[in-house]
């Protein structure tokens, strides 16, 4: 059973649109991350989170925000999206306390026109 | 410069074969993890290491903090090991993962 889930898998939204991508994770971590893949590339940090309420900026956050209301949920938040934001963006749990193992969601696509 | 930089970018294997990837740090690396992202796009845990080894089947690695790399080695290559590896290493002064930019491995049979 799926510990990091993503929702949705897919999206298409058009440029200026607002866009949210969820993650549920049933770990009980209290790390949560989100990151993007580009073609040929590997995972870049946009936001994480230590905890419900927490937000903290990753190596790429312009154009996004993030949101952490419970200790399950962790969303991203693309307010005017544009076509630069196309990519896979996987979600992430980690551990605390001297060991920072992360595991990941499947990923969603998104694809802005 | 890349922080994680791994070697080599891509190989094409046999299968039965061996195989060893490699990932150099430029920064104190303190922990590192090994992903294997399948043609699916899903990334799967391989290893989360301190420095040592660690053994999984037909797959082993190494993290050498003092030297700066990690290596993963495959032995017997089954066409289920295709896919892209990639490493991420932890540091003291960012305890976010820095992240290679993988090794595209294509196993033939």
């Known amino acids: 059973e799926a510990a990091v889930t993503q929702s949705p898998r897919n999206k298409v939204a058009v440029t200026g649109g607002k866009v949210t991508l969820s993650c549920n994770q049933t770990?009980?971590?209290?790390?949560m991350y989100w990151y993007r893949q580009d073609t040929g590339h590997g995972l870049r940090l946009i936001h994480y989170?230590?905890?419900?309420?927490?937000?903290e900026k990753g190596d790429i956050p312009d154009g996004y925000k993030a949101s952490r209301p419970s200790q399950e949920n962790f969303s991203l938040i693309l307010e005017l999206a544009t076509p630069s934001q196309t990519s896979v963006y996987f979600c992430?749990?980690?551990?605390?306390?001297?060991?920072?193992?992360?595991?990941f969601g499947p990923g969603t696509r998104l694809t802005v026109l | 410069g890349d922080k994680v930089k791994q070697s080599p970018s891509a190989l094409s294997l046999q299968e039965g074969t061996n195989s060893a990837l490699r990932c150099n740090f430029s920064?104190?690396?303190?922990?590192v993890q090994w992903f294997l992202q399948n043609p699916r796009g899903s990334l799967i845990n391989l290893f989360y290491?301190?420095?040592?080894?660690k053994e999984n089947g037909r797959l082993k690695s190494a993290f050498d903090s003092k030297e700066s790399y990690s290596t993963l080695h495959i032995r017997d290559a089954q066409l289920e090991d295709s896919g892209t590896y990639f490493c991420?290493?932890?540091?003291?002064?960012?305890?976010?993962?820095?992240w290679g930019s993988g090794t595209k491995l294509i196993i033939k049979p």
């Open positions: 992430a749990s980690g551990e605390t306390g001297g060991t920072y193992e992360q595991y």
């Open positions: 991420a290493a932890e540091s003291d002064s960012n305890y976010q993962l820095i």
């Open positions: 920064i104190a690396a303190t922990t």
């Open positions: 290491l301190v420095p040592g080894t």
């Open positions: 770990n009980n971590h209290n790390n």
């Open positions: 989170s230590y905890g419900a309420g927490s937000t």
